[in-house]
DNA sequence: CTGTTAGCGCGTTCAG
DNA sequence: CTGAACGCGCTAACAG
């Protein structure tokens, strides 16, 4: 009965953001003290000091990072450009990375490509355009790195390394992890063992390609075109290949050299009414959660991925306060964890 | 034999990026000529037009985000803030929101509050310091809602509602697939269907409680308080209070709320050695990739979770086109996946 | 300890 | 159609 619903009362009040001289001027002093108040660069008395915090406090003062990073010449941004962030390896990866930059008070900003050069090369130019101090990324295509690097930004490679110039990065024992899958299998007497990869020039799928070499060796095994298959990273037709690599090379033990490989194959082998370890045994690279949910469970080679995202940032940071130090590369250790998808071979 | 390596050859160019100023000294126009030429605003002469570009390209000229943001006073990064990036769900929804805001050549910048009320204020800061001119969240505490509207900054809410102040929102119909979970349980006999949820005061659980209130009523079946289990946030004991759900309520069936509390279920479920469905029937909320995978596959309520990405993405960009359009909810519609967890009841 | 000055790179007036 | 002038908000130098 009262008020009929007004207009609504234009209730966008859209108040004219804070600025430092507003705090200044309420606070009776310049801008340039209120800047060194806010930010505890340089001399401030205790009394202007506590004046200026209060006032920036009651006037809800945000400062305009736009305006600091072009005074600045860099932002507090930093970029993470993974292959594809709905791949839980890669979301833990930016997990990772995101703890150790919020403690140090930096923001991330991760973007995707699809695995695309072209993609991650838009991604470099977005980060460079916000003039980001670094960026951490699984690299795909060189160009984004050099284009990076050219311009003075720091780049950490994590999970794989591919840049020409040296710079730091921080990736897994890939060769071990594969060799110790190969034996694992070999070791139940396996004899036919097949690997399944990506057909890409990454130093992560071409170590553990490597380790798979070598662990047939080790096992006096020979090896056998017929058992690897190295998929094209954006193949509509990946599980007719893995059809193909089971009916042309009849393995009995497979390695998939990573989780969503290692998910496909699993698919094949139910859609087929293939018994796992029964009829194959399957281990797969990169342990996540649906893997110990199965049954069986899927014996994996499982690899520290937050951590490497935490290392990752690490480098990054002390990379950003010593520009000139000789760059580093760590490598992880990764873990063969046994569980029902292998057993012995029976063929 | 020849060249030793040089003490590096100090080979970081380190060049400075490259400005406006730059590439129209090289064209022989002044900067305001080449800002219009290289964003299309404006009058320049074709010819103009053509060199500018060319310089551009030929010096790899990237515009400084920080400099054309203070000016403008508005950036292109659109705020994204989500309970947890490591859940599927959110993942997927936050994909859905960057398919479309990339196509409207806005950039996503996704941080995680971990539903603390804190962080997400924290988050709004942060946008509110980038000048983006929009945010899409799910709401954890209305505070930030209303930081950021008090600023003229576009809010919506996705997944579920809170602000008090009326602003776009694209929800799940949870009542309806509450009911549908419960109706289905009770179709196939089950009497003591249990309901567990998250305590909080977000209208998604609300809903999906209500529906469950809804779906028992409609088959004439009493609501007992010993059946419903809400869960606090960030319980510690939460499999603990499951198991007492079990004890005290012996439920023959149970909705599980969002897609982790089914999964933990799922877990004591199978550590007690509970039979699904022979024991207890399950339906879960949220379909992910592992429910399918598990043997029995888990029947579940599923939603349109990219969708609903996609469509907050629309509702920010029409906003942001029509600051005074009235405010939006589109409610879009879950359906009942039935797969092997739940069957007859026996008991 | 403080204020003044200047300029980061850009886009937007406004004359010409 | 073009250029000159200005200012977005902040901080680094420099006097005082």
Redesign the interface.
Known sequence: MSASPQPDEQ?????E?VTLADIAREAGTSASTASRALNGRGYVSEAARGRLLAVADRL?Y??????R??KQRR?RVVGVVVSD??NQFY??L??GI?QVLREADY?M??L?DNSEAAEEVEGA??F????APGVIMTPVGGDATE?L????VAVVEVDRRLAD?ECDAVVIDNERGGREATLHLAGLGHRRIALLGVETDWTSDAGRLQGYRTGLRTASLPFDERLVARMPLHAPDTEARIEALLDEGAPTGIFAANNTLA?QV?RVLRRRGLRIPGDVSLVGFDDV??ME???PAITVVEQPTLELGRRAAWLLLRRLNGPTLPPAVEILQPRLVVRGSTGPANG
Chains 1, 2 share one sequence.
């Open positions: 209730r966008s009040p859209v108040v953001p809800g945000v400062p305009n990072a736009s305006a990073t072009l932002s962030l709905g979301a833990t930016a997990a995101e923001q900003m991760v995707g130019r977005t460079l355009a916000m003039r284009l690097r050219q311009q003075g110039v998910e699993w959660p649906w949910m199965v049954e």
